[in-house]
């Protein structure tokens, strides 16, 4: 049972107060989402991960601040609009509600959706700039450099050479550019940045891509331009109306204005706790803007920097790097084709313990899709949890057990073993190490299985005189399935619900530890059998 503080008289007279826990805060961001394309499984990818993480911490009780939101200035956004004919504006409108309305179909939990032309955003990276302004971290100079038009992003020369004078994500030649510019001077961070990856070697991960900053930074850092001239859709340079703001110190101050540091009072509806965050999740294609760029950013404003930047490398599909034309590209409607065939959990499982966390990239196919839905959670999960409580229907009434504590064969001690894969799942989803977390969810399930197929209740019901160790194995088996589905709740919200309500265990309590404890599990609760994932055949799907 949760704490929820209060007077506890102890004595009449000398009444004990027990504050209120007070809960931490985790907070997570997704990078904001350029509104010039449509939402495809990168996008739904990094949503569904920091989704995960969200609601496991908020069913551990934390106080939690899940940001995501679109990117929506620039000049993509400009182009794509006037090719349509249409304000810039109006395709912004209509592709962020493009985007909110897809996570939110994909169970996405976010807290906050952040959009760039939010007024309240505007004003405060307005104020951030004339901050930096002031306090000379930007200057007013000439650029010339290698520039990516794609990505609105411009090269140094050793980088540009690197990557052979061609944009790395559309293919295109880079162009040679020159432009007077608002510049912040990232060259005089280049210490305290060093400094930094020093100090706290868990601020970019994984270490791939940590030691590929660490490469890129001793090249040198130089001086980025933080302006634009060449079009006018973005927000204004204060005091300079012919520049805007480069859409990306524009997009990353949205991790800060969300909570509205940038406001009078420092924060909005006293959000401004959830800063510094906890992990910033991005691709590995925008790390250098979030793991240096940003930082520095940050050292020049004098506020904390986030704890963790969190790199995950791509998905490609069938082997392939995705393309429209290979016609191997999953978007949004590929996606549904799953989700209709499979469901929405075994999407997001799929997405959770199969994706690119690491630092290679994952590829996406049917074939693997199948076979993870099909042995996790066909024959493992699913198959546990029918196979138990078709036994407690055919032997117990279909009531739980009570636990008489006689050794009910296995070897297993099953408390402490629960508590030791409650405590790892736990603790590696703190460090967003997802595919473990759900693993040791997993043994626990595993387990079950072992013990059914070691003690054989099905053979001892036939004896009479065993329906005590019958009930204390069927006890078990149930108790420990039930201590992973909630383990696994964050994963599979739909499912793990479905069975929490075939088992009559409620909603969770919002204090995920006490729910794991061994024998919450209440003899005599009604437990009907579950039937939660079909198997399918490869052909049903998309
Ligand atoms: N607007 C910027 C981010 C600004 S954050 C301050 C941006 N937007 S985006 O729409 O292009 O972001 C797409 C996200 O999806 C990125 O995190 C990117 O890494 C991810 N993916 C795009 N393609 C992907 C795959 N094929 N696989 C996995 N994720 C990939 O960048």
């Not at 100090?199 to 970019?204: S, T």
């Not at 409650?422 to 043994?443: H, T, Y």
């Amino acid at each position: 049972m949760r704490n929820h503080g209060g007077w506890h008289p102890r004595c009449a007279c000398f009444p004990i107060y027990t504050a209120p826990p007070v809960p931490d805060t985790r907070s997570i961001t997704t990078p904001i989402y350029y509104v010039n394309a449509h939402p495809h499984i990168g996008h739904i990818y990094t949503s569904t991960i920091c989704d995960v993480y969200a609601r496991f911490q908020r069913a551990l009780g934390q106080d939690v601040f899940f940001l995501t939101g679109t990117d929506e200035h620039g000049q993509k956004v400009e182009t794509s609009a006037r090719e349509r004919g249409i304000e810039p504006k109006a395709l912004a409108d209509e592709n962020s509600a493009v985007f909110r309305d897809v996570l939110n179909r994909f169970d996405i939990s976010n807290d906050e959706f952040i959009r760039t032309t939010d007024p309240e955003h505007e004003r405060q990276v307005q104020g951030f700039v004339q901050q930096l302004l002031d306090r000379d971290a930007v200057y007013l100079g000439e650029f010339e450099g290698w520039y990516d038009e794609g990505q609105e992003e411009y090269h140094t020369e050793t980088r540009a050479k690197e990557l052979e004078y061609t944009s790395p994500i559309s293919g295109r030649p880079l162009v040679r550019a020159t432009e007077q510019n608002y510049y912040f001077r990232l060259s005089t961070f280049q210490e305290r940045i060093e400094q930094l990856f020093a100090d706290q070697p868990d601020f970019v991960r994984p270490e791939s891509r940590r030691n590929e900053m660490l490469g890129r930074l001793r090249e040198g850092l130089n001086d980025v331009p933080i302006s634009r001239t060449n079009f006018t859709w973005g927000i204004p340079v204060p005091g300079d109306e012919s520049h805007v703001i480069y859409v990306w110190i524009d997009a990353l101050f949205n991790y800060i204005t969300a909570l509205g540091l940038g406001e009078d009072g420092g924060e909005i509806d006293g959000r401004g706790k959830y800063w510094p965050a906890n992990y910033h999740v991005v691709g590995k294609e925008i790390l250098w803007f979030h793991a240096v760029i940003w930082p520095a950013i940050l050292m020049a404003l004098e506020l904390p920097l986030p704890h963790c930047i969190y790199a995950h490398s791509f998905w490609i599909s069938e082997g392939k790097k995705m393309s429209k034309s290979l016609g191997n590209f999953i978007d949004l409607d590929a996606l549904q084709a799953y989700d209709d065939s499979y469901g929405r959990d075994a999407l997001r499982w799929y997405l959770a313990t199969q994706g690119p966390m690491g630092a290679t990239d994952a590829d996406f196919s049917r074939a693997q899709f199948h076979e993870t839905y099909t042995s996790d959670l066909v024959n493992t999960f699913g198959n546990c949890a029918s196979r138990t409580s078709a036994m407690i229907g055919k032997y117990c009434e279909g009531l739980c057990p009570t636990d008489s504590g006689a050794c009910a064969g296995g070897g297993v001690e099953w408390d402490s073993f629960t508590a030791t894969q409650v405590e790892a799942s736990i603790a590696a989803m703190e460090r967003f190490d997802l595919a473990s977390s759900i693993s040791s969810a997993m043994a626990i399930v595993r387990q079950v299985d072992v013990f059914i197929n070691e003690t054989a209740p099905f053979k001892l019901a036939k004896d009479p005189a065993q329906a005590e160790t019958v009930g204390n194995i069927l006890y078990r088996c149930l108790e420990s399935i039930r201590i992973a589905s909630c383990l696994l709740h964050a994963v599979m919200p739909s499912k793990m619900q479905a069975l929490r309500d075939a088992w009559h265990l409620g909603d969770p309590s919002g204090d995920l530890r006490t729910e794991c404890m061994w024998g919450g599990l209440v003899p005599g609760t009604s437990i009907e059998k579950v039937a939660l994932f079909p198997r399918l055949e490869i052909q049903d799907q998309a």
